[in-house]
């Protein structure tokens, strides 16, 4: 019994910090729909791809990247990383997991 409600309560706990994660990612996610569409379809500026549905861990990667990297001079990339930069990682992965799950 005691095993039962263990195995539940985990249950429980992964359940929440999953649905968590993925609101989480569509919150965050609405500061970016300004230049990459509500949808993740648009062509941010005319330079950037279509962000919806790539895969999580090269999203993740390019973030991380516009996070880590002092831009000086003024652009996209200075726009992404102005984004990101008070985002923590988790923050990141469920920006790219939401936006992977977007339909192409």
Same mark, same amino acid.
């Given at each position: 019994m005691?095993?039962?409600?263990?195995?539940s309560?985990?249950?429980l706990?992964?359940?929440?910090?999953?649905?968590h994660a993925a609101n989480?990612g569509?919150v965050l996610?609405?500061?970016?729909?300004?230049?990459h569409?509500?949808?993740?379809?648009? =062509?941010?500026?005319?330079?950037s791809?279509?962000i919806a549905? %790539?895969d999580?861990?090269?999203l @993740?990667?390019? $973030?991380?990247?516009?996070?880590?990297t002092?831009f000086?001079?003024h652009?996209?990339?200075?726009?992404?990383? =102005?984004?990101?930069k008070?985002?923590n990682?988790?923050?990141l %992965?469920?920006?790219?997991t939401? @936006?992977?799950? $977007?339909?192409?």
């Amino acid at each position: 019994m005691v095993q039962h409600i263990k195995i539940s309560l985990l249950s429980l706990f992964l359940l929440c910090s999953f649905l968590h994660a993925a609101n989480n990612g569509e919150v965050l996610f609405k500061q970016c729909a300004g230049c990459h569409g509500a949808d993740g379809r648009n =062509k941010a500026f005319g330079k950037s791809g279509i962000i919806a549905g %790539q895969d999580a861990e090269v999203l @993740v990667e390019s $973030l991380k990247y516009y996070k880590e990297t002092e831009f000086k001079t003024h652009g996209t990339s200075l726009v992404m990383s =102005k984004q990101v930069k008070n985002m923590n990682l988790q923050d990141l %992965q469920d920006i790219a997991t939401y @936006v992977s799950k $977007l339909q192409k």
